[in-house]
């Protein structure tokens, strides 16, 4: 597996990560916990070694998880979780509100570090900004955490350009996760920008569309209760219908290079910077399997002009909540 940097933190990863949220959370049917536990030795085996998780997924049980599965390869991987959720009776849920204060930071981190069973935290997102709490004061307790040697790097998710400049003047910043595929494109304009100039690696979440990338969903589809995708304006009929336009995109581009939709929603990701590393999720053998083989799948300038020009004449169809 092909290993790329984020930025200029170090933080040495495979090209392709892992997403692990829906191994607990999100949507139907989850396997056990033995099958998720064998599928991720199955990714480490593969060449995966950056892992995605966070408190809230679940909330706790996939931070328990991928602490179990990944204990025998400590120093191997790269595990990154979250912080930034309130918690209620049951846990911090995204319903529950924002809670980024130092204290909650810390306590936050304190019990990471005990599921995911590592002396130090790889990788600690802002899960999402909170109003309520200047990000200096985010920047500065992770920094605390950095010194104490309880974690390794700091990282935003869906944070504006601003921001990401503000809390990078306090303790710099190793990664962004944000929403970014062929069909999702508005941090270009200043996100990316801000990025490069500061040397902030990107790692992208829903690469996949959740899953409408991969060709494989279509207007008869029904989703369970539990499927983030049943309330999602992107996954009506009548959206999946009008979108149809992007994966026929896909698949006439993977015609030419012996490959599938997934893998050019990928390599296309993985073609406009050399710090952007993809997390897809994934539950199944063979499409982590798919997923890999965009690695090795070269998009020329051509090819990602040729795209570019056809999505500027594409109008998508439905907010992506």
């Known amino acids: 597996m092909e290993k790329r940097t984020l930025g200029n933190s170090g933080l040495e990863v495979s090209a392709l990560g892992l997403g692990c949220?829906?191994?607990?959370?999100?949507?139907?049917?989850?396997?056990?916990r033995q099958e998720m536990i064998t599928f991720l030795h199955q990714a480490v085996e593969r060449g995966i070694t950056f892992f995605?998780?966070?408190?809230?997924?679940?909330?706790?049980?996939?931070?328990?998880?991928?602490?179990?599965?990944?204990?025998?390869?400590?120093?191997?991987?790269?595990?990154?979780?979250?912080?930034?959720?309130?918690?209620?009776?049951?846990?911090?849920?995204?319903?529950?509100?924002?809670?980024?204060?130092?204290?909650?930071?810390k306590r936050v981190a304190e019990e990471s570090l005990r599921r995911l069973r590592v002396d130090a935290i790889d990788l600690f997102y802002q899960h999402r900004p909170d109003p309520d709490v200047p990000v200096e004061e985010v920047a500065g307790a992770v920094k605390d955490l950095i010194q104490e040697g309880k974690v390794k790097h700091f990282g935003l998710s869906e944070s504006?350009?601003?921001?990401?400049?503000?809390?990078?003047?306090?303790?710099?910043?190793?990664?962004?996760q944000s929403e970014y595929s062929i069909w999702w494109t508005p941090i270009e304009e200043e996100?990316?920008?801000?990025?490069?100039?500061?040397?902030?690696?990107?790692?992208?979440?829903s690469p996949l569309g959740r899953g409408y990338l991969t060709g494989k969903i279509d207007e008869n589809q029904?989703?369970?209760?539990?499927?983030?995708?049943?309330?999602?304006?992107?996954?009506t009929p009548e959206a999946i219908r009008a979108n149809r336009v992007v994966v026929d995109l896909l698949e006439r581009i993977g015609a030419e290079k012996g490959a599938t939709p997934a893998q050019i929603a990928l390599a296309w990701l993985l073609a406009q910077k050399p710090w952007i590393?993809?997390?897809?999720?994934?539950?199944?053998?063979?499409?982590?399997?798919?997923?890999?083989?965009?690695?090795?799948?070269?998009?020329?300038?051509?090819?990602?002009?040729a795209i570019k020009e056809a999505m500027a004449g594409i109008t998508v169809v439905g907010h992506r909540y």
């Not at 504006?160 to 306090?170: E, L, N, S, T």
């Open 21 to 32: 949220m829906r191994m607990t959370f999100g949507d139907a049917p989850i396997g056990t």
């Open 52 to 105: 995605d998780t966070a408190e809230v997924y679940g909330p706790f049980t996939n931070e328990e998880l991928v602490g179990e599965a990944l204990e025998p390869f400590r120093g191997q991987v790269v595990i990154a979780t979250k912080f930034g959720f309130k918690h209620g009776d049951n846990g911090p849920a995204p319903g529950t509100g924002l809670d980024s204060r130092p204290q909650q930071i």
């Open 160 to 176: 504006d350009a601003a921001a990401i400049r503000r809390a990078h003047a306090v303790q710099p910043v190793a990664a962004l």
């Open 191 to 205: 996100i990316l920008p801000a990025c490069e100039e500061l040397g902030i690696g990107l790692v992208p979440y």
């Open 222 to 235: 029904t989703f369970a209760e539990n499927d983030i995708r049943a309330r999602n304006p992107r996954f």
């Open 277 to 305: 590393v993809p997390i897809p999720g994934s539950r199944k053998l063979h499409r982590l399997d798919e997923n890999i083989g965009a690695v090795d799948i070269e998009l020329t300038a051509e090819d990602l002009a």
